[in-house]
């Protein structure tokens, strides 16, 4: 059996947050779900990571189709990750600020790594890990690539978004 998890619905609420308190400035509207919300939400996403390759761990792509390690989750959680540090420094917690930075520069190595793919010259949609570790690549170009850049885990002046997105 496998949990209906969708992890970047949960990095999106943090990373939506951040976007609200960046833009309205209200520290007291903030600081109750700082620790309800905000920290619960970052431990989860720092700790529900394939041990293999350090990316967010398998769920479901945004259609509720498909289960893997999708870049669009992947780009999520690092914007969600790269929020929750923010919000720790803002509130004082330095050790945690740093412990979600560290997570988020993970995710981003591994996404170098994994989803970026030489073979196809730009990202997939999607990896899966079968159980001998080899992996198994979703090259399927769709919308939700554009999650790579909207989160900001690249630059749109990166070589490989450039490629990505010239194929869609």
Known sequence: SQLPIQEDETALVVWALWQHFQRYRDLESVKPLYGRLVRKAAEFMVCYREPLTGLPA???????????????????????????????????ELDNALRYDQAAQEIR??????????????????????RDGAVEVDGTLDASL???????????????????????
């Open 58 to 92: 398998p769920s479901y792509d945004l259609w509720e189709e498909r289960r893997g390690i999708l870049s669009f989750t992947c780009a999520a959680v690092y914007a969600g990750l790269r929020a929750a540090a923010e919000f720790a420094r803002s509130f004082g």
């Open 109 to 130: 190595a591994g996404m170098d790594a994994h989803l970026w793919r030489p073979e196809l010259g730009r990202f997939a949609r999607m990896i899966n890990l079968n």
């Open 146 to 168: 554009w999650g790579l850049v909207y989160f900001g885990a690249y630059e749109v002046g990166d070589p490989r978004i450039a490629a990505t997105l010239q194929a869609c």
